[in-house]
């Protein structure tokens, strides 16, 4: 049996390396273009910020080492140009002798990847994307020779084009970031990501959204808001799209997502020819719909399944919750499942809850505040999606939320989840089981919620708003309207409110669930502000462009 795989990072490698575990009789040749095989590209961004500083570390395995420990036979600087899918063959090009040649296959798997887009196609100022070692060569040559004050733009606010601002932004480089959408981070909803924003601004960040490049010539970039610019060099980080060309030439078939389609088992519509990675439409797990998520855990696991697969296991894919996590400076984000922009625009019931607790026990020296949002089906409070922004501690968090999604654990079921508890790590009340205790109280409607978008509304038809927290955090910014009775005043002064229905707020909402309890029980018609002054005040921020403090 002779496997030709196309691709040797990601998904490729681990194809190769899971068949050689299961058939040491197995023929297994990798073609990979670049010269490079098996490097951790997510190391990249942190190599050109001097974290990594060693880059042979980054280089984890070579064509020898692969043939000493696997017996695969790897050759880099290979390009597969065409594949014959009747004859089972492809064509070879050798990049560094010129040759072509042809390669018979019994099976063949594409782990191609995905392809850069371009905003700054054609620039005149040295540009490149952040994609492979020799990417991160490159712009650490830049850094390294660049005059007084240097300046880059960063086209781009997702995951990798982030990891580029921090990591420049360590070598003193000054960064514009330029994002199309509204909001960088776009996988995230809105009120999640402005302290993200704040924070790149408070470290000399210029951030820039809704807006793009629309030209670059004679050394400047002209952004489509009539704003120039002239930095010194572009990282452009504005996304990728699934390499399908050969796919395409082959004739096999595209799904409506772009990407490769390939059935539970990664086959194509070709059955002697597989295909993993980010140039493969996954299952959305929420959906059972196709999506491109471009996540190197998907493009490992697919390829270890796929080769399962061919050596004769009933393996399949697992569906994806795109799970993702990104670290900027010391700030953390981190999301799974749907996001509420993904929901509405779906027309997908969902209930939210935003919480913001602290990562350990307060009474812990170092506890930091992370600010927690859970999407919730409210027919059967199954878990659609989650977010988390703050410090130490959401990555544990996201990924307690992406077990209890994979294991079909409900939101309410979160509070009765058993986790690892010491004053370090946790409080008694994890974040986690917060969550689930706030879900249940609404499930069960012990506490009804509005959100912050819903204020405005509710207010206008009506309503008064107290915020229960002290005089002194009233003092120090409120929202306009509201009425200030601290929460432990409340029982005495019920009297002075006024009729109809009330909505309460605190700081983060804890305070306003005990209000709202209270006022319930005397017969008030009340709702709780949820995630408190703190949601209200970051939603605010994207809708309006006032200053808003955080605490
Ligand atoms: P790749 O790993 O990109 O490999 C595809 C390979 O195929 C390439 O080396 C390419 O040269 C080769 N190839 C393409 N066409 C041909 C051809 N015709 N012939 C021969 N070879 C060909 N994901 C995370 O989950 N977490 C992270 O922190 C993270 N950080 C990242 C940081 C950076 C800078 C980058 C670029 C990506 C990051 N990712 C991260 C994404 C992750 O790396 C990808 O999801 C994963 O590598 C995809 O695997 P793949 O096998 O599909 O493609």
Same mark, same amino acid.
């Given at each position: #049996?002779?496997?030709?795989?196309?691709?040797?990072?990601?998904?490729?490698?681990?194809?190769?390396?899971?068949?050689?575990?299961?058939?040491?009789?197995?023929?297994?040749?990798?073609?990979?273009?670049?010269?490079?095989?098996?490097?951790?590209?997510?190391?990249?961004?942190?190599?050109?910020?001097?974290?990594?500083?060693?880059?042979?570390?980054?280089?984890?395995?070579?064509?020898?080492?692969?043939?000493?420990?696997?017996?695969?036979?790897?050759?880099?600087?290979?390009?597969?140009?065409?594949?014959?899918?009747?004859?089972?063959?492809?064509?070879?090009?050798?990049?560094?002798?010129?040759?072509?040649?042809?390669?018979?296959?019994?099976?063949?798997?594409?782990?191609?990847?995905?392809?850069?887009?371009?905003?700054?196609?054609?620039?005149?100022?040295?540009?490149?994307?952040?994609?492979?070692?020799?990417?991160?060569?490159?712009?650490?040559?830049?850094?390294?020779?660049?005059?007084?004050?240097?300046?880059?733009?960063?086209?781009?606010?997702?995951?990798?084009?982030?990891?580029?601002?921090?990591?420049?932004?360590?070598?003193?480089?000054?960064?514009?970031?330029?994002?199309?959408?509204?909001?960088?981070?776009?996988?995230?909803?809105?009120? #999640?990501?402005?302290?993200?924003?704040?924070?790149?601004?408070?470290?000399?960040?210029?951030?820039?959204?809704?807006?793009?490049?629309?030209?670059?010539?004679?050394?400047?970039?002209?952004?489509?808001?009539?704003?120039?610019?002239?930095?010194?060099?572009?990282?452009?980080?504005?996304?990728?799209?699934?390499?399908?060309?050969?796919?395409?030439?082959?004739?096999?078939?595209?799904?409506?997502?772009?990407?490769?389609?390939?059935?539970?088992?990664?086959?194509?519509?070709?059955?002697?020819?597989?295909?993993?990675?980010?140039?493969?439409?996954?299952?959305?797990?929420?959906?059972?719909?196709?999506?491109?998520?471009? #996540?190197?855990?998907?493009?490992?696991?697919?390829?270890?399944?796929?080769?399962?697969?061919?050596?004769?296991?009933?393996?399949?894919?697992?569906?994806?919750?795109?799970?993702?996590?990104?670290?900027?400076?010391?700030?953390?984000?981190?999301?799974?499942?749907?996001?509420?922009?993904?929901?509405?625009?779906?027309?997908?019931?969902?209930?939210?809850?935003?919480?913001?607790?602290?990562?350990?026990?307060?009474?812990?020296?170092?506890?930091?505040?992370?600010?927690?949002?859970?999407?919730?089906?409210?027919?059967?409070?199954?878990?659609?999606?989650?977010?988390?922004?703050?410090?130490?501690?959401?990555?544990?968090?996201?990924?307690?939320?992406?077990?209890? #999604?994979?294991?079909?654990?409900?939101?309410?079921?979160?509070?009765?989840?058993?986790?690892?508890?010491?004053?370090?790590?946790?409080?008694?009340?994890?974040?986690?089981?917060?969550?689930?205790?706030?879900?249940?109280?609404?499930?069960?409607?012990?506490?009804?919620?509005?959100?912050?978008?819903?204020?405005?509304?509710?207010?206008?038809?009506?309503?008064?708003?107290?915020?229960?927290?002290?005089?002194?955090?009233?003092?120090?910014?409120?929202?306009?309207?509201?009425?200030?009775?601290?929460?432990?005043?409340?029982?005495?002064?019920?009297?002075?409110?006024?009729?109809?229905?009330?909505?309460?707020?605190?700081?983060?909402?804890?305070?306003?669930?005990?209000?709202?309890?209270?006022?319930?029980?005397?017969?008030?018609?009340?709702?709780?502000?949820?995630?408190?002054?703190?949601?209200?005040?970051?939603?605010?921020?994207?809708?309006?462009?006032?200053?808003?403090?955080?605490?």
């Amino acid at each position: #049996m002779k496997t030709v795989i196309v691709g040797g990072v990601a998904g490729g490698m681990s194809a190769a390396t899971r068949l050689r575990r299961l058939d040491e009789a197995a023929e297994i040749i990798v073609f990979e273009r670049g010269p490079y095989v098996s490097y951790a590209n997510c190391g990249l961004p942190y190599y050109v910020g001097g974290v990594i500083r060693d880059r042979s570390s980054l280089l984890l395995q070579t064509p020898q080492s692969l043939a000493s420990r696997f017996r695969l036979d790897v050759r880099t600087s290979h390009e597969v140009r065409a594949i014959d899918a009747a004859a089972r063959t492809v064509t070879v090009l050798d990049l560094a002798s010129g040759d072509t040649f042809v390669e018979g296959y019994d099976e063949l798997i594409l782990a191609v990847g995905a392809t850069a887009r371009e905003a700054a196609a054609g620039s005149d100022i040295p540009t490149h994307t952040l994609r492979t070692v020799e990417d991160v060569d490159a712009i650490g040559s830049l850094v390294d020779a660049a005059a007084d004050n240097p300046c880059a733009l960063v086209v781009g606010g997702g995951f990798i084009g982030l990891e580029a601002v921090d990591n420049l932004v360590r070598r003193g480089i000054h960064i514009t970031l330029i994002q199309r959408g509204p909001h960088i981070l776009s996988p995230l909803d809105p009120e #999640m990501v402005v302290p993200i924003e704040a924070h790149l601004r408070s470290h000399g960040v210029d951030v820039r959204t809704s807006v793009t490049v629309d030209t670059v010539q004679a050394r400047t970039v002209l952004l489509d808001d009539g704003i120039t610019l002239r930095p010194d060099f572009i990282v452009d980080a504005s996304g990728v799209t699934p390499s399908v060309d050969l796919t395409r030439s082959a004739g096999l078939t595209l799904g409506t997502t772009g990407g490769i389609a390939v059935d539970a088992r990664n086959r194509t519509s070709d059955e002697h020819i597989y295909a993993v990675g980010d140039g493969v439409e996954k299952v959305d797990a929420l959906s059972g719909g196709r999506a491109l998520v471009t #996540m190197a855990g998907l493009a490992n696991r697919h390829g270890r399944s796929v080769a399962d697969v061919i050596a004769g296991r009933d393996e399949r894919n697992t569906p994806a919750l795109g799970t993702a996590i990104v670290k900027v400076f010391d700030r953390v984000a981190a999301i799974v499942g749907w996001s509420e922009r993904q929901l509405v625009s779906a027309g997908r019931a969902h209930r939210m809850i935003h919480t913001h607790p602290s990562s350990h026990a307060t009474y812990y020296p170092g506890a930091q505040s992370m600010s927690m949002k859970l999407l919730v089906d409210p027919d059967t409070d199954a878990i659609l999606g989650a977010q988390i922004v703050g410090g130490e501690g959401v990555d544990k968090r996201i990924d307690v939320i992406a077990v209890a #999604m994979a294991g079909g654990i409900s939101a309410s079921g979160l509070a009765r989840l058993e986790l690892a508890y010491a004053p370090q790590f946790g409080s008694a009340k994890d974040p986690i089981n917060q969550l689930g205790y706030v879900a249940d109280n609404l499930r069960t409607g012990t506490t009804r919620a509005i959100q912050w978008h819903e204020l405005e509304a509710a207010l206008d038809d009506g309503a008064t708003l107290i915020d229960v927290r002290t005089a002194a955090e009233y003092a120090a910014g409120s929202i306009p309207g509201a009425i200030n009775i601290p929460v432990d005043a409340l029982r005495d002064r019920v009297g002075e409110l006024p009729d109809g229905p009330l909505v309460v707020h605190c700081q983060v909402g804890q305070r306003g669930h005990t209000a709202a309890r209270i006022l319930a029980q005397h017969g008030r018609d009340v709702a709780n502000l949820d995630g408190g002054y703190r949601t209200w005040a970051a939603g605010c921020v994207t809708q309006r462009p006032v200053a808003l403090a955080y605490s």
